[in-house]
């Protein structure tokens, strides 16, 4: 059965501090699509990355990176240096390929709060 | 250029009632999805559709809910004689295509709903 589990409900940080947040997958397809999406408090999902099963490099983007590990059904998201704007619901989701219908499968989401 | 609406972006009912919550996806995206977000809790999925059809509605959580798209556009959720459990964000988003599970899927604002 496809599930995603994000273990931290709340991480409260302080600006310019580096936070991690992790995501664990499960899934029996061999083919799957990761996302992690950003909901500040004005409600709307932003899109923030993906990652197909085949390709475990890393990402960076900015003061955003990402570690996907197949070994571990992970797909952890760090932020380097935090800044206030960085507060928000983080959800990481998994598509599997197998239904070829792209609906995403979400996570509990992790609660980030940077304080000045 | 415009992203997904939702209207209305607050809809207060009384159990029993009965209720549409309408979507304008983004001109050209074949794929839309429903998705239903508890307090506290990340998306859940309702229904996807591609086109005019609804080519998965495994997510609907009975047959209280329905929803259409007509002419492979505008999407309306449908809900009969609701229940105060059924007070909930519900987003809409579309995507390019569902042919890949890859596509990046763009969210609405939501609609509120809450049942008295």
């Known amino acids: 059965a496809q599930k995603v589990t994000q273990a931290q409900t709340e991480i409260s940080v302080v600006e310019k501090e580096d936070v991690t947040l992790d995501c664990v997958y499960e899934?029996?397809?061999?083919?799957?699509?990761l996302f992690w999406y950003k909901q500040p408090p004005s409600g709307e999902l932003v899109f923030l990355i993906r990652?197909?099963?085949?390709?475990?490099q890393n990402e960076i983007s900015g003061r955003y990176s990402w570690n996907f590990q197949k070994s571990t059904s992970s797909f952890n998201f760090t932020i380097t240096a935090s800044q206030v704007v960085d507060s928000a619901v983080y959800f990481c989701a998994l598509s599997e390929a197998g239904g070829n219908t792209g609906k995403l499968i979400f996570g509990q989401g992790t609660t980030l709060q940077v304080k000045p | 250029g415009a992203g997904v609406s939702q209207t209305p972006s607050n809809k207060v009912t009384e159990k029993g009632k009965y209720v549409e919550l309408r979507c304008d996806p983004i001109s050209g995206h074949t794929a839309l999805y429903w998705y239903r977000q508890s307090l506290g809790q990340g998306p859940e999925f309702l229904i996807y559709?591609?086109?005019?059809?609804?080519?998965?509605d495994s997510g609907l959580p009975n047959d209280r809910f329905f929803a259409v798209r007509p002419e492979g556009s505008v999407s309306t959720l449908k809900i009969q004689r609701t229940e105060r459990g059924d007070s909930a964000v519900y987003l809409c988003?579309?995507?390019?295509?569902?042919?890949?599970?890859?596509?990046?899927?763009?969210f609405g604002p939501g609609t509120r709903l809450t049942v008295l």
């Open positions: 899934t029996r397809d061999t083919t799957y699509y």
């Open positions: 988003a579309s995507s390019v295509s569902s042919a890949s599970s890859y596509n990046e899927q763009f």
């Open positions: 559709f591609q086109g005019t059809g609804a080519a998965d």
């Open positions: 990652r197909n099963s085949f390709d475990e």
